[in-house]
């Protein structure tokens, strides 16, 4: 009798131990994790080779697509810090106020695409409500009115402010089918400004391509 | 703690009330750990491959135009250019265009594989042993005209990288001769 309990005692293994250590990775990988903010302008990158990753701070991120029909440029910025910095230049470049509570919602915003005159417009909507089609046009960047240069040159003085020792990197993410010409003029206002090394973000290509 | 039930049927038949609640106080935890763990691969697996690839991309400088520019000259045995048409269409020669080297006459091609990477990979071999030196490899012009899009422009990159080009330059005026191939090729 005593032979056979043993036997069965070894099919029984003591669980609790390995719950544990998988519920703590598990907290640790859910917690650093950052959740993917919806994009205000979906774009579908082409795909390369490269195994570079883009850099995860210090970026400036200009998104080139189309939307309804029109060729759209939207302007990002990863830190929140120079965020705020280059809403500061720009407000005052454009002479127009912003409130605190509504620089303090700017320095959330991962991407936009709207002129200043209608940033305010934007910041009093909730999140959910700007990523809908047809709410953001696109920053203007035409010879007549360049805003996106001027957010460009923002954002890179603000870096200095900040005590940036490091340069911005600046990042093209442009749709497969826009038309070469539209991307030059994204990489024109960048090299207008002496910025001649940039990004190109692209998707992961299979490796027997 | 935690035991698989086991249902031992080891003796005692007729203690069954003991029986009983021991068996309530062990969970099996069995599931639960499988659930952790695959949330666990999930979790690891999104964090470092959502990440999105990046290419870098070096311009040379733009010029003002108050100096006159200095033409370098290049040996046209080390240049190809690949002229971008529309609905990715695709054209190179190799050399001049009025003079193309031996096997380098302006050529149809497709992207990828086993259309302009075999020309490439050829030329990049062929060319220092024509020169004669290590140090003057192939250089590639890289013309995309206005109906090329940018993933033309990103898959002949890319497939510079892949190649190994030594030198490579996007350039923007494209010549009235080359305009005109690149008519006859948009047709």
């Known amino acids: 009798m005593a032979k056979v309990k043993m036997s069965k005692k070894a099919t029984s293994i003591d669980m609790t131990a390995m719950c544990d250590v998988a519920f703590l990775l598990l907290t640790f990988f859910i917690l650093t994790a950052t959740a993917k903010a919806p994009e205000a302008l979906p774009v579908d990158t082409p795909s390369s080779t490269t195994q570079t990753k883009l850099p995860e701070t210090g970026l400036v991120m200009l998104t080139v697509g189309k939307s309804d029909g029109k060729e759209q440029v939207f302007y990002g910025m990863k830190d929140r810090a120079i965020r705020s910095g280059a809403l500061d ?10 409130t605190d509570k509504e620089k303090a919602e700017f320095a959330l915003v991962d991407e936009f695409g709207v002129p200043i005159e209608g940033l305010k417009q934007l910041l009093s909507m909730k999140s959910s409500e700007r990523v809908k089609k047809g709410v953001q046009s696109g920053v203007p960047c035409d010879s007549i009115n360049n805003q ?4 460009i040159q923002a954002a890179r003085k603000a870096n200095i402010e900040n005590g940036g020792t490091k340069e911005l990197d600046f990042a093209i993410k442009g749709d497969a089918k826009e038309f070469y010409p539209q991307i030059k003029k994204v990489m024109d206002i960048l090299q207008d400004q002496k910025i001649n090394s940039f990004n190109l973000v692209t998707g992961l290509r299979g490796k027997d391509y | ?28 935890l069995t599931a639960m750990v499988d659930l952790a763990f ?39 045995r080390r240049t190809m250019t690949i002229l971008m048409g529309k609905d990715n269409k695709i054209k190179w020669f190799h050399g001049l265009l009025e003079a193309p080297e031996p096997g380098g006459a302006p050529t149809d091609a497709v992207y990828g594989k086993n259309g302009l990477r075999k020309e490439i990979l050829k030329r990049v071999v062929s060319i220092p042993q024509v020169t004669g030196d290590k140090d003057k490899g192939m250089i590639v012009i890289i013309k995309p005209s206005k109906k090329s899009t940018y993933r033309n422009l990103v898959d002949v990159l890319d497939e510079m990288a892949i190649c190994d080009v030594p030198t490579y330059a996007i350039v923007n005026d494209i010549t009235p001769e080359e305009q005109k191939l690149i008519d006859e090729m948009n047709k």
Do not use: C, H
């Open chain 2, 38 to 76: 695959l949330l666990i691969t999930f979790f690891m697996l999104t964090t470092s491959l959502s990440k999105p690839q990046s290419m870098d991309l070096g311009l040379p400088d733009k010029e003002d135009k108050k100096e006159p520019e200095k033409d370098i000259k290049v040996d046209q």
């Open chain 2, 1 to 28: 703690m935690a035991e698989l039930n086991t249902g031992d049927g080891g003796g005692k038949k007729g203690s069954k009330k003991v029986r009983s609640k021991k068996s309530n106080s062990k969970v099996d």
């Open chain 1, 148 to 151: 996106l240069q001027d957010w």
């Open chain 1, 89 to 98: 230049y720009m407000a005052q470049k454009y002479k127009i106020e912003f």
